[in-house]
């Protein structure tokens, strides 16, 4: 039996990102069960904690969030990690790699059809700054118009303000938010710094009465649940990899307290992936007959509409629509309907706990054998299959 190691985990748990990497310091220590850990429940503005001075422990993984946190772990003398990367430190860091956010980030909203972009953040926070710059950089070299704003901050000298309080002031500032999304051009797709700001984004549309998506197409970051769910439409969002994040770090401070490696001084890792929700589910197209037939079924969907009934909103023959369907998304109208119905079949399999029975009903299928068989046809496994899977 080898000497227990005691470890203190410095993160947040009131944030989707932090109980990402608290989850994957859990699946290292699962297989290292000679650490100790000393974890507490925290929020981004949480002071260093007391017992933390003159601790005997053996290593700290940190989310630095302040010069203050940086001080006291640094009179510690125990190795540490930094997984935020608020500052340049005097410790090794494992983060995002937040070219592959803003390059998953471009990707979806360009291939959505949008020539128009625009970035939403909060000024003086290091992350924002960061997507912003690398974003813009992606747009500005396909040739795409883009505009930028970040939430001002109120100017005090030396002052250094948390996440939260940042997120806080961008909802007192509100009217200038509002005035620079009346004037973007449209259609647009906007990458909010993440979703507390999709968030703000997507009430400010609401308000001004902007269709989302059609008008302006919003994806956050960090794929944070509650706050995705409670927007309304729901926001979509790039899914970071934040257990393999918190994994990577307590490897490597466990190779630090042993002496295998001098710690390289930055580790990055890639964003996981888009998870699509209602916010960006839209193909952004010219064409005025196309672009109200999408509305008409992404809204009416679940109501088992057929083709005919698209065509009568369209205000076209059926022949017209299923022309220009074909010229523009290259698809026909009922191949559109069998999509967004199945992408809510996919969010109900995943978030709740409803019977086949009661989705098909839900989602505008009469008979869930039929719901299956399509399914397990498009996505290659059957719905029970499929919620497993995602359960996993």
């Not at 997507?131 to 118009?145: C, D, M, P």
């Not at 629509?321 to 109208?333: N, V």
């Not at 046809?377 to 499929?386: I, L, N, R, T």
Request: some cysteine.
């Amino acid at each position: 039996m080898g000497k227990q190691k005691k470890i203190a985990l410095l993160i947040e748990s009131s944030r989707a990102y932090g109980r990402g990497l608290l989850r994957g310091v859990a699946s290292y220590l699962h297989t290292h069960p000679h650490w100790s850990v000393y974890v507490q429940s925290r929020s981004p503005e949480d002071a260093v904690p007391p017992w933390l001075d003159g601790w005997e422990g053996d290593g700290i993984i940190a989310r630095v969030e302040s010069r203050e946190m940086e001080a006291v772990l640094l009179r510690t003398g125990l190795p540490c990690v930094d997984v935020r990367g608020a500052f340049d430190l005097d410790m090794p860091l494992v983060e995002t790699n937040e070219h592959s956010t803003c390059r998953l980030a471009f990707e979806h909203l360009s291939g959505c059809g949008f020539r128009h972009f625009a970035f939403c953040g909060f000024e003086g926070a290091n992350y924002s700054e960061r997507r912003l710059r690398y974003f813009r950089e992606l747009v500005e070299a396909a040739g795409n118009s883009f505009a930028s704003y970040q939430s001002p901050l109120p100017r005090r000298p030396g002052a250094e303000l948390m996440l939260s309080s940042r997120e806080q002031l961008a909802l007192l500032s509100t009217d200038s938010l509002a005035g620079w999304l009346q004037g973007l051009p449209k259609p647009v797709g906007l990458f909010a710094c993440n979703d507390v700001c999709g968030q703000q984004v997507l009430n400010a549309c609401r308000e001004l009465d902007v269709a989302v998506p059609e008008q302006i197409a919003v994806l956050g970051v960090d794929n944070d649940t509650v706050h995705c769910e409670l927007a309304e439409p729901p926001l979509s969002s790039i899914q970071l990899n934040a257990k393999q994040i918190g994994s990577v770090a307590a490897s490597l401070l466990d190779d630090m307290i042993e002496g295998r490696v001098s710690p390289p001084a930055k580790t990055f890792i890639d964003a996981a992936g888009v998870v699509v929700r209602q916010s960006t589910d839209i193909i952004a197209v010219d064409d005025p007959v196309v672009a109200k037939a999408l509305r008409f079924i992404r809204q009416n969907a679940h109501l088992s509409i057929s083709v005919e009934d698209v065509v009568g909103a369209a205000g076209v023959s059926r022949r017209q629509l299923e022309r220009r369907f074909h010229q523009t998304l290259d698809r026909t109208p009922n191949d559109e309907i069998q999509r967004v119905r199945l992408r809510r079949v996919k969010r109900l399999l995943v978030t709740t706990e409803l019977s086949l029975n009661d989705i098909a009903g839900k989602v505008g299928f009469e008979y869930p054998e039929y719901l299956s068989t399509v399914f397990k046809k498009a996505v290659g496994k059957s719905p029970m299959a499929f919620r497993k899977s995602a359960g996993e």
